[in-house]
């Protein structure tokens, strides 16, 4: 059982292959490019998604913070995307790996601040210290907002992760239990069937509200450095 | 119109089995021939399931049946143990 429950989470190579590669790789080939005015299904569903997407997520950036909204847009369809694919039975989620969210979260963290950094210096150095606050307690204040400035990439990392983790492994856990309880009792097995029911409902949710939180965080982010 | 059409040039199912072997052998093996066999794959499973005027799921339920069969076959290692038997 111990072995078991973490078995679905090891990175997959077949003979010394890495095939977790195409496994990532996967997402983008579920999205055709668009070629005419009007396209098939597929194409016109993904073309409506991505306006609505879209127009929600950058009212609140300046011209200047629309520069990323391609970057924005394919991190919300990507993780998205992998995450729902990691639902089907068997498969791989590659953001249950703390390596490939870190991957994600550190550059887009970075990228937002040093461009804060480079064109409104003064206003970024500024967000260290809030405003109206006792001058005998600037210097702890300022070491206060220096940790939290930098726990912002560990936290949109470790929050993927854990997230979409916890979610895989409740569902492993019981879904044995309901198959371990249908000998002994089929009523507790029901009962922890609707759980089961439940939390895989919950699970399509998180899947999908995790890529929002992570974009809308990064572009929190930005807005406040440009 | 030519009365024997030389061998590289004909499609699978016109090749006799006695053919076939030289057959397999003429085809294109480079990266570049690889990566063409997939890329007319993909745009013949395209064509013929997706990119129709009143596509159905079917098109990419497939797919993702596929992909399970495939994740199942990538760790049968595993699982070969969790089957419901007295003793394992």
């Not at chain 1, 609140?60 to 924005?72: A, D, E, P, Y």
């Not at chain 2, 085809?27 to 007319?40: E, N, V, Y």
């Amino acid at each position: 059982m111990n072995e078991n429950l973490f078995a679905s989470f090891i990175t997959p190579t077949m003979m010394g292959l890495p095939i977790v590669i195409l496994i990532i790789a996967l997402p983008a080939m579920l999205y055709p490019s668009p070629n005419r005015l009007v396209d098939n299904r597929l194409i016109s569903i993904q073309q409506w998604l991505v306006q609505l997407i879209l127009k929600q997520m950058l009212l609140i950036h300046n011209v200047k913070g629309r520069t990323w909204s391609l970057m924005l847009i394919s991190l919300i369809l990507f993780i998205g995307s992998t995450n729902l694919l990691g639902l089907i039975p068997y498969s791989f989620t590659p953001t249950t790996q703390l390596s490939m969210n870190l991957g994600m979260a550190i550059p887009l963290w970075a990228g937002t601040v040093i461009t804060g950094f480079r064109y409104k210096t003064k206003s970024s150095l500024a967000h260290f210290l809030p405003q109206g606050t006792p001058t005998l307690l600037i210097p702890m204040l300022v070491v206060i907002e220096t940790i939290s400035l930098f726990i912002q990439p560990m936290a949109l990392a470790v929050r993927l992760t854990a997230n979409i983790t916890a979610g895989h492994l409740l569902m492993r856990l019981i879904g044995g239990a309901t198959l371990a309880l249908t000998a002994i009792s089929p009523a507790t097995a029901s009962i922890t069937f609707i759980v089961l029911l439940l939390l895989t409902i919950l699970e399509f949710a998180v899947a999908l509200i995790q890529a929002y939180v992570f974009t809308l965080l990064v572009s929190l982010y930005l807005h406040d450095n440009t | 119109m030519a009365s024997v059409v030389p061998l590289k040039e004909k499609k699978l199912m016109d090749v006799k089995i006695g053919e076939l072997p030289s057959w397999i052998l003429m085809r294109d093996f480079t990266p570049g021939g690889i990566f063409g066999a997939f890329r007319r794959g993909y745009d013949r499973y395209y064509n013929k399931y997706v990119n129709v005027k009143k596509g159905s799921i079917a098109g990419i339920s497939m797919v993702l049946a596929a992909y399970v069969v495939f994740n199942y076959c990538r760790s049968y290692k595993e699982l070969k143990h969790e089957r419901l038997r007295k003793y394992h």
